[in-house]
């Protein structure tokens, strides 16, 4: 698959991006646990509906992190992208892009070369669209859009052409590195570094550790849109795996788990059932006020963040926090 206009392009890395026998594996596993736990598979929240409704999250008055890392971004891209020397910037998860500008801008008035964009998700439509966006805001800029899932793709992502090219950087903001299981955060960073080169630098956005409330209301916005957000993973399960689940019978929960610094997602059956999941050729049975746990959101410290870099063979060089140390973006390279 192959769209273009101008100088943008967007292109699958897989041949096909979406397989439905690895969702019903990972879907049975989670369903068949105890608890119930979808938590380490994140990726199946963004279908296009998904993504839209996380967008809306984002502009929520209690998601403090998108307008706390936008606010980091704006402040320090100038220095980020003098200290990287980048010419080529690789989003992971870039969704819409709204918060990479600030880095593009301040590539722009470095004046060094010519600026390649290289934007990274599972959602097409959300390449497409951001790619489309940027072009008619920065004529002189190249864009090559892939779509894909880090499981099957990040190395065909990070493959260099030309080893001897301009400085890449490669950015995932937004605290998802959160999302991950220590076991696959470890995994995920450590494949990060195997395709970083020498003059390749990574910044990523993390969620720190502050009063559980704030971090609660978060995710638990008056407007209810992340609730919306929970309850759409299930009609993702019915369109794609032939579930039954009906959303208004589970209500949405989030909740901090000190023990293990992270909000946990969970979606709670509001009855007792038996759901049938035609894909799984089972019924999966709820009892009454029984957990889903859906996903989780580690917080991290300066010291956890160091922590997790060297653990996988990456030096973090930086670490900038905004001035209420909400949330903060960590700069690192190969060790």
């Not at 007792?272 to 009892?287: C, Y």
Request: with cysteine; charged share 30%; glycine share 10%.
């Amino acid at each position: 698959m192959a769209s273009g206009a101008g100088r943008a392009t967007v292109r699958s890395l897989d041949e096909e991006v979406e397989d439905l026998g690895k969702m019903a594996e990972d879907v049975r596993a989670g369903l068949l646990s105890v608890p119930k736990d979808l938590s380490p598979w994140p990726k199946y929240f963004y279908d296009a509906r998904g993504s839209e409704i996380f967008e809306e999250i984002t502009e929520q008055p209690e998601y403090y992190q998108t307008r706390t890392e936008l606010s980091i971004l704006e402040e320090k891209a100038p220095e980020i992208v003098r200290r990287t020397r980048c010419r080529e910037l690789v989003e992971l998860g870039s969704g819409s892009a709204s918060k990479t500008r600030a880095l593009l801008d301040a590539m722009m008035e470095a004046g060094e070369g010519p600026v390649r964009y290289v934007p990274f998700d599972v959602s097409e439509s959300a390449v497409t669209g951001s790619a489309e966006r940027l072009l008619g805001e920065y004529p002189e800029l190249e864009i090559r859009g892939y779509v894909g899932d880090f499981d099957r793709s990040l190395e065909r992502l990070l493959e260099r052409p030309d080893p001897d090219g301009p400085g890449r950087l490669v950015i995932f903001l937004g605290g998802t590195l959160g999302n991950f299981t220590p076991e696959r955060r470890r995994e995920f960073l450590g494949r990060l570094k195997n395709g970083l080169g020498e003059r390749d630098h990574l910044l990523i956005g993390v969620d720190l550790v502050k009063d559980p409330s704030v971090i609660e209301a978060a995710y638990d916005d008056s407007a209810g849109v992340t609730a919306a957000f929970n309850k759409n993973l299930l009609e993702v399960l019915n369109r794609k795996l032939g579930g039954e689940f009906d959303p208004d019978l589970f209500a949405h929960r989030a909740t901090y788990n000190h023990e293990d610094s992270r909000l946990e997602m969970w979606l709670d059956s509001e009855i007792t059932q038996n759901v049938p999941v035609a894909a799984l050729d089972i019924e999966v049975s709820f009892e009454y006020g029984e957990g889903m746990r859906t996903e989780i959101s580690t917080k991290f410290t300066c010291e956890s963040v160091t922590g997790a870099f060297g653990e996988s063979g990456l030096r973090m060089l930086d670490l900038y926090i905004d001035d209420q140390d909400l949330f903060g973006l960590a700069l690192g390279t190969p060790a």
